[in-house]
C-alpha cells in the first residue's frame, strides 16, 4: 500500500508510515465506514486545521485587547483632559468694573464707587494665583476720603486707606465668587497704597500668598520691605511687613573729610525672601538672603548674614536687622511714661533747639545734648505747615528699650496752642509694642486743666512707628 499522505509505498501491516509519521489505521478505519478516534495524530486532515484555527483566534484575541487598551487610553486621556481643561478658563476674567459692583453692591462710575458722601472706592491691582490645586483671581480695591469731585481728599503721611478684596476661584472652566471682603487691612501712605507694579507671588506651605513692595523714607534713612497678604479659608489676610532693606543714603559720605564734619560712613543693603525647608507651626519660616552691608555693634561696616523669620500666630514679625548701636536713650525718655512729663535734658534740647524769629514765627537754633548722645544725631530740619511748624532731630544710632530709634519730632503752633513731642522708631507698630509689653513699660495719663488726658502713646503702622506726648490746648 501507499502513504496517503506522502505517497511513501509502505507494507500493509504499517500503523504509521515511516517517512512522515501519518497514522494509517485511521485511514483504514476510514475506508471501512468507522470513525476518527479524538486523540487522533496532528497529521491527520481534522488536526491539520487545528493550529492555523489557534492562530487566527489568537489573532482577533490581540486585536481585540489592542482596541480595548487603545479604546481605554483614549476615554482615560479624555477624561484626564477633561478634568485639566475644568482647571482652564472657559471665560475671561471679570472685569474691575464687574468686582466693584459685585463687592459693594453699587455700580462704579468712571472706575470708582463712592461709598458715603466723602468715601470712594477703586481698584488697586488684580492678580492670578495658584491656591493649592485651584486657581484664584483676585480684585484688589482701595477706600479714600475723597472729594465731591472723586479725588483725594486728604494726604498726610500717616494716611493710609483701606484695602479690600473679591475673590474668584475657577469651578468647571468658570469664575465663582469665592470670597467678599471690603476691608481687610490697611496699608499705604499720602492716602495711597504701595506701588503693585512688582507684586510677587509665593507659595507659603499649601496658601498661596503675595509680597507686596513697601518704603518710606525718614530724615536720609530709607527703608523697604514686603506686605504678605496670604488666601485663606475665609478669605484674604495681612501678616504684616517683612523689611528687606535699608540705607542712610541722605545722611553718609565716603569722604573721610566730610566724615569728619559729622556725616557717617554710607551702608546699604536689600534682601530676598524664600521659603525655609521645614519649619513647624501654622506657616513655614522664611529666609531672608542679603547683599549689602549694615553698620555693626562695633560702628564698622560689615557684610548682613542671612536672616530667619518665624510666624508667631499673627504675623512675620520685621525684626530689625541693623542693632543700631549707639547710646541708650531710654533715660532720656523713660520720664514720659509719666504722663509725658519731660525730662532735663529734653527740655533742654527744646528750649535751645527752638528760636523765635519775628518774621517767620521760629528757626532753628542750637543742638544741646548731654555728651552721650551729640555724635549721634544729625542735623536738624524746619518746616512751616501753616498752622504749627515742625522741627525734626534725626537720630543716627542709638535705642528706646532696644527698639533703633529714627528721629525725635517736635511741633509747635505758630499762633495758638498745638504742641506735640514724638520719638520716631525705626521699626512697625507691632515689633515695637510687642518690645515694649517686654519690658513691662506702662504710660500713665492724667486729666489736663483743657479737659483732656496728657499721656504717651503708641502710634503707627505696618512701615515705622513711634511714642508721641501731645500737649495743645
Known amino acids: 500500500m501507499f502513504c496517503t499522505q506522502c505517497g511513501k509505498e509502505i507494507s500493509d501491516a504499517t500503523k504509521f508510515c515511516p517517512e512522515c509519521g501519518c497514522m494509517l489505521a485511521a485511514e483504514a478505519a476510514l475506508d471501512a465506514g468507522g470513525t476518527i478516534p479524538a486523540s487522533t495524530g496532528t497529521h491527520s486532515g481534522q488536526s491539520k486545521k487545528s493550529p492555523l484555527i489557534l492562530i487566527v483566534i489568537f489573532g482577533v484575541l490581540v486585536v481585540v485587547l489592542a482596541a480595548a487598551g487603545v479604546a481605554g487610553y483614549f476615554f482615560l486621556g479624555n477624561k484626564a483632559e477633561s478634568r485639566a481643561a475644568s482647571q482652564e478658563p472657559t471665560t475671561p476674567v471679570p472685569s474691575t468694573e464687574l468686582a466693584l459692583q459685585e463687592l459693594y453692591g453699587i455700580a462704579p462710575k468712571n472706575g470708582k464707587v463712592r461709598l458715603k458722601r466723602n468715601v470712594v472706592a477703586e481698584a488697586w491691582f488684580a492678580r492670578t494665583v495658584d491656591a493649592g490645586s485651584e486657581k484664584a483671581y483676585v480684585v484688589f480695591t482701595t477706600q479714600f476720603k475723597a ?104 545722611t553718609c559720605s565716603d569722604d573721610p573729610k566730610e566724615q569728619k564734619d559729622g556725616l557717617s560712613p554710607c551702608w546699604s543693603y536689600s534682601g530676598k525672601i524664600s521659603v525655609a525647608k521645614g519649619g513647624s507651626g501654622q506657616y513655614p519660616d522664611l529666609i531672608i538672603n542679603y547683599s549689602g552691608t549694615h553698620k555693626d555693634n562695633n560702628d564698622k561696616i560689615v557684610p548682613i548674614p542671612a536672616t530667619t523669620l518665624k510666624f508667631d500666630g499673627k504675623t512675620y514679625t520685621s525684626e530689625p536687622v541693623v542693632s543700631n548701636a549707639g547710646p541708650d536713650w531710654t533715660a532720656m525718655f523713660k520720664s514720659w511714661e509719666n504722663a509725658c512729663t519731660p525730662s532735663p535734658e529734653f527740655n533742654k534740647l527744646v528750649e535751645q533747639l527752638i528760636e523765635t524769629d519775628p518774621k517767620t514765627n521760629y528757626r532753628i537754633g542750637k543742638i544741646v545734648l548731654p555728651e552721650a548722645y551729640k555724635s549721634a544725631v544729625g542735623q536738624p530740619s524746619m518746616k512751616n505747615q501753616g498752622e504749627y511748624t515742625s522741627f525734626s532731630l534725626p537720630i543716627t544710632s542709638g535705642t528706646y528699650y532696644g527698639i533703633p530709634l529714627a528721629s525725635i519730632e517736635i511741633i509747635r503752633g505758630n499762633e495758638n496752642g498745638i504742641a506735640s513731642d514724638s520719638l520716631v522708631f525705626k521699626v512697625p507698630k507691632a515689633t515695637a509694642e510687642k518690645n515694649i509689653q517686654q519690658h513691662k513699660v506702662k504710660f500713665k495719663a492724667v486729666d489736663n486743666d483743657m479737659g483732656g488726658t496728657v499721656g504717651a502713646a503708641l502710634f503707627g503702622d505696618k512701615a515705622t512707628s513711634g511714642i508721641s506726648c501731645d500737649y495743645s490746648n
Open 147 to 250: 472729594k465731591p469731585n472723586g479725588e483725594l481728599a486728604e494726604e498726610c503721611h500717616a494716611c493710609s486707606p483701606s484695602i479690600g478684596a473679591i475673590t474668584y476661584k475657577l469651578k468647571d472652566g468658570q469664575w465663582i465668587v469665592f470670597a467678599k471682603q471690603k476691608n481687610f487691612t490697611s496699608t499705604g501712605s499720602w492716602g495711597h497704597p504701595p506701588s503693585s507694579e512688582n507684586a510677587e507671588a509665593l507659595q507659603l506651605g499649601n496658601v498661596a500668598a503675595l509680597l507686596i513692595e513697601s518704603s518710606y523714607s525718614n530724615q536720609g534713612y530709607s527703608t523697604e520691605g514686603k506686605l504678605i497678604f496670604v488666601l485663606e479659608k475665609e478669605g484674604w489676610r495681612d501678616l504684616g511687613l517683612v523689611q528687606t532693606g535699608e540705607n542712610n543714603a541722605g
